[in-house]
Every structure is written in structure tokens, then in C-alpha cells.
């Protein structure tokens, strides 16, 4: 089994069976990987700004990319793009636009665009925006979780001048927000969070 059909595995075989959780045989850094349960991935992340040089291993970036892309959208439209930032100087060129926020600079630095051409339905231009804003950051979301669970540490960032992102990808599309992924020089424990009962509202 290789990561590149692990995600359309998950969901049925061919009898339209669930394959997950399974035996089937796989190398087993992958199968310990997606034994991971998901609350203990949500409880254990913690944002992280200081990245090891390590480089983080293409399998781990297809599964990030395949997560991004079982997020929830509206319509099912998917109104999202990403952008993977390879280029050292337009690596750069984004530490500017956000702010000059060094650890921008990351092994690994993906932008999310909300790409409200793609939701094709017949609501306001208004609620179309805020559909592709909830896709792209959805789609963010789901990343940061699968990198999380990959062994991998991200912040994300949303303190950004769009019009400086959008310069520096060439695009057109309006960036919601960046991940930033790589391992960590230190494993960091999760901040703590306010109750549940302050969280809460019954009405
Ligand atoms: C909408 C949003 C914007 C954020 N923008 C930034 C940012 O620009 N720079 C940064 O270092 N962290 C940013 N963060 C990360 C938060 O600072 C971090 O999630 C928060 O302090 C809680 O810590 P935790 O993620 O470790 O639980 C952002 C997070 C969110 C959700």
C-alpha cells in the first residue's frame, strides 16, 4: 500500500466494504500513522515557530494535500485553491507580507485562496466570499491536523497583507491564510485552553 491511494482507500474496496481500520498488511510507520486517533491529535497541537531543517518527506505532503481536500465545501464546489511555496525568494518575499514573521520562512509554506469562481450557485456575490472563505480555511484546518498527525508541527498564519501574498504567488485569488509545516526543533505541550463551561451557551 502506498500513501498516494491511502485516502481513497479509507473510504470502501471495490465491494464497497469500509477499509478502514483494516489488516492488511502495510509498511508500518503508515499504518501506525492512521491508527492515530484524531483526539489525540486535536488535543496534543501545539503552534509552533521554530522548524528543524529536516525536510519533510513527500508522502507526509501528499496526505496533507489529500486532507486539505476532504474538507467540507459549500455546495461541494470546493472554493479553494493552494498554493505550495517552494521558491526560497518567494519564501521571502511572503515574511514580508506577513508582517515580517520570520518562521514564514518554513521547510514547508502553503497558501490557502478562497476561489469563489469555483462555487457555482445562485446566492449573492456576498455569501459566495464568505462560502470560499469557509472552504479555504476548512481545507486549512483539515492540514493542519494531518500534518499534526504526521509528526509534523505548523502555525498557522493569518496575520497577512493579501494584496503583498497575492503579489508574491502571481495570482488573483485572495489568500485566507498560510500553514506553515516542518518538524519541530522542540516538541512543544498544548496551551491551555478555557473550560468547556465558559465555551459553552445553553440556550
Ligand atoms: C485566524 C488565526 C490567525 C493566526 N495568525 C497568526 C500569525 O499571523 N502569526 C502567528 O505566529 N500565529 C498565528 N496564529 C496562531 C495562533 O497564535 C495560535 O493558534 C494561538 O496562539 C493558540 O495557540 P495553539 O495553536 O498552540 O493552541 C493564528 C491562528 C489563527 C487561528
Known sequence: MYPSDIFSRLYSDHQGALIYPKDEEAPSEI???????IFNVMLSRR???????????????EMIFAAADTAPTAGGFQGFDIFHVKKEDVKQKLVQACNGQPYVNAPVVIVFCMDPSRVRMNFTADLITKFSIQ?????AGYSQLAAH????????????????VMDALGTDLIPSSILCIGYPKKILQPKPKRSLKELIHEI
Open 31 to 37: 499504518s501506525d500513522i492512521l491508527q492515530t486517533n
Open 149 to 164: 498527525a504526521l509528526s509534523l508541527s505548523t502555525v498557522w498564519i493569518g496575520m497577512i497583507d493579501e494584496k503583498k
Open 47 to 61: 503552534s509552533q515557530r521554530s522548524f528543524d531543517e529536516k525536510q519533510v518527506e513527500d508522502w507526509k505532503l
Open 135 to 139: 472552504d479555504a480555511t476548512l481545507a
